[in-house]
Nanobody, 123 residues
Framework: QAQLVESGGGLVKTGGSLRLSCQAS????????LGWFRQAPGQERVFVAG????????YYADSVKGRFIISRNGAAWTSDLQMNDLQPEDTAIYYC????????????????WGQGTQVTVSS
């Protein structure tokens, strides 16, 4: 089971940008789906964006569509989440995770999780 490590979080002002990265310890299989989730204090962990490792097809939550871009680098076993036009409501801990069974937006379907990285957007 791949270990995942996120990086790139931090503090940014409203309208700013951040780029998160997720490094896998092993090569994800083409059938795997890599998702980014976020969890704000007192709230559930929710799907933000995801990508099919094999085809590169991407999926986004409505709340981030047009602002966030997910990508993956098959050779480096990494996924990036470019976050633009950040808003205070984007403040959360961001996690990357892998679902070995393919596409899902449900956190409990995922098998491997990173430790998370904090993103704080100040107004």
């Amino acid at each position: 089971q791949a270990q995942l490590v996120e990086s790139g979080g931090g503090l940014v002002k409203t309208g700013g940008s951040l780029r998160l990265s997720c490094q896998a310890s092993g090569r994800p299989y083409s059938s795997h789906f890599l998702g980014w989730f976020r969890q704000a204090p007192g709230q559930e962990r929710v799907f933000v964006a995801g990508i099919r490792w094999g085809t590169g097809k991407t999926y986004y939550a409505d709340s981030v569509k047009g602002r966030f871009i997910i990508s993956r680098n098959g050779a480096a076993w990494t996924s990036d989440l470019q976050m633009n036009d950040l808003q205070p409501e984007d403040t959360a801990i961001y996690y990357c995770a892998i679902d070995r069974n393919g596409y899902s937006t449900i956190a409990r379907d995922y098998d491997s999780w990173g430790q998370g990285t904090q993103v704080t957007v100040s107004s």
